[in-house]
C-alpha cells in the first residue's frame, strides 16, 4: 500500500488547511489511519486517527479545532485544520496504524 499525503502549505495564524491521505489500494478503507506531526527538534505527535469503521480520536492540543474524516469512495483520509496557530507548524504524517506504510510527509507552516 503505497500512501500519498498533500494539502500541506503556508497560512497564516487562524487559517484552515485540509490535509489529505490518499491510499493506492482499497484495504485501506477497513484501517485504522492516524496522523502525525514533527516540528523540528520535536518528536512525532499523534494528531488524530479513525478506524475504518468512522470513530475517530483527536489529540487534546488540537481538539475543537481539527477534524478527521475519511471518503471512502476516494480512498482517503481528510484532517480539516482550523484556527491554525504557529505552534501547529510541523511536517504532518499520516499513517496505517500498526504497520510501516507511511506517507512521505507535508508541510504546513503557519505565520504569526
Known amino acids: 500500500v503505497q500512501l500519498q499525503a498533500s494539502g500541506g502549505g503556508l497560512v497564516q495564524a487562524g487559517g484552515s488547511l485540509t490535509l489529505s491521505c490518499a491510499a493506492s489500494?482499497?484495504?485501506?478503507?477497513?484501517?485504522?489511519v492516524d496522523w502525525y506531526r514533527q516540528a523540528p527538534g520535536n518528536q512525532r505527535e499523534l494528531v488524530a486517527g479513525?478506524?475504518?469503521?468512522?470513530?475517530?480520536n483527536i489529540a487534546d492540543s488540537v481538539k475543537g479545532r481539527f477534524t478527521i474524516s475519511r471518503d471512502k469512495t476516494k480512498n482517503t483520509v481528510n484532517l480539516q485544520m482550523n484556527g491554525l496557530k504557529p505552534e501547529d507548524t510541523a511536517v504532518y504524517y499520516c499513517?496505517?496504524?500498526?504497520?510501516?506504510?507511511w506517507g512521505q510527509g507535508t508541510q504546513v507552516t503557519v505565520s504569526s
Open positions: 479513525i478506524t475504518g469503521g468512522g470513530v475517530s
Open positions: 489500494k482499497i484495504i485501506f478503507n477497513t484501517k485504522t
Open positions: 499513517n496505517i496504524r500498526r504497520t510501516s506504510y
